[in-house]
């Protein structure tokens, strides 16, 4: 855990992402992708299946998760040719992931007859049980979050994507997304109640 | 405003190591003074390191069989659509891609402003040959007899003619002109934001500026210079939006 009183430790500092595909791999998958070679869209597929669906299991939840991802990889591959390579593949594919989260939950909540917006608005259950173990509470609160507040949250701080891709993949400015982080984390910390941190919990 | 409510804000970003030096000494200053604000501190980070820390979740094995079939079902569907339909698809994701997709409304309005513009057009067009007939047909010259005389009645208005030609004459420097004082007026909010931007940024607009300028001066008159300074304008606009001019050194090129 941070010493906060301590300078922050090079490794917070260090950039955090886990992509490793250069453009020319991207770029030689793509050409095979769009030949419709089904080895190269498997190998697409498999380089990408944990984040997407990863991403898609913590928007949307885990009983839409396999939908959703089922629609990204369809768009994926039925877009590709269409993909003018203005942003990275991965940038690509996150954004297609999140959007076709957040339409999935808008879709959802009219079938539901409560707008997205509306669920928003739902007042968080007021205990989320305080003996679970921290990541279970975390994933708990997570599905009580605001869409757009789960989507950032899991971009930066479940992926480790850096601000500037969670900005190309939500489409807004790196100031926004900055700020939506801070709002996500601090409605995180009403939701979780005050005490995560183990030091300063207090004693039973 | 307490320095509890000026620190909070900064929490996240000094967590995440992305305050500079001066500002971190600040935060770190104020963490060990305040036990409130260190214990959201602490549980910021503790929240934060739980994110990260949380299990990736792997796909059911069936996800890829179910995508192919998707795919499988997709392309038949495709198959089966009449040709204008694949058209018509073909376009929307043209469309897409160049990142315009109009909903209904959308192409409502440029139905009507389509039809307006070309109400208008043709209005014009009308009038003018209306005006063509009047004003510039020659006098006929009947060969051995001179000129003939003009009747009174078909003569053109003579203010009309002036004002009409001057005014056309008129419209290439009017527009340059506008176009001068709408970059004067940016130049002058891009002079006064640009205090708060890093000497980097500071003097890769004040390049980028010499640059587009450079290009108005070689681009001469008329519509070839119009573009060079719309070009600019577009570049102002864009810088200004930004706050931190970060925009100013790499964008809107």
Redesign the interface.
Known sequence: MTDLAEPAPAALAEPRTRVSATLTDDAHLIAACRRGEARAMEMLYHQYKRRVFGMAHRIVGGSDAEEVAQEVFVRVFRGLAAFRGDSALSTWIYRLTVNAALSHLARRGRRHEVGDEGLTELPAPAVIERDSALAARIETALTQLPAGYRAILVLHDVEGLSHEECAAILECRIGTCKSQLHKARARMRELLGPGLDERSSPKP | MTMCDKIR?R????????LADEH?SVV?GH??ECPAC???????????????????????A???A??LA??AA?EVADARKPRWRRHAGRWL??L??ARFAPTMPQLAAAAVVAVAAIGLLTWRTHRSDDAGHVVVAPPLVHPGHGPAPVPPATQAPAALHGDVTEELLAEPAQTTASYARVIEELMKLAEQDSTGWSAEARAAFNARITGLRDAIARAGQGHPSHLAQSSMIHYLQTALAR??GLLAAGGAQ
Do not use: N
């Open positions: 804000p929490l996240t970003a000094y967590l995440d190591g992305e971190g770190r963490l060990r260190r214990e959201m501190a602490r549980d910021e980070a503790a929240l934060r390191d739980g994110l990260r820390a949380l299990a990736p979740v792997d796909p059911p069936a996800l890829w179910g995508i998707r795919l997709e994701r043209w897409r891609a706050e931190d």
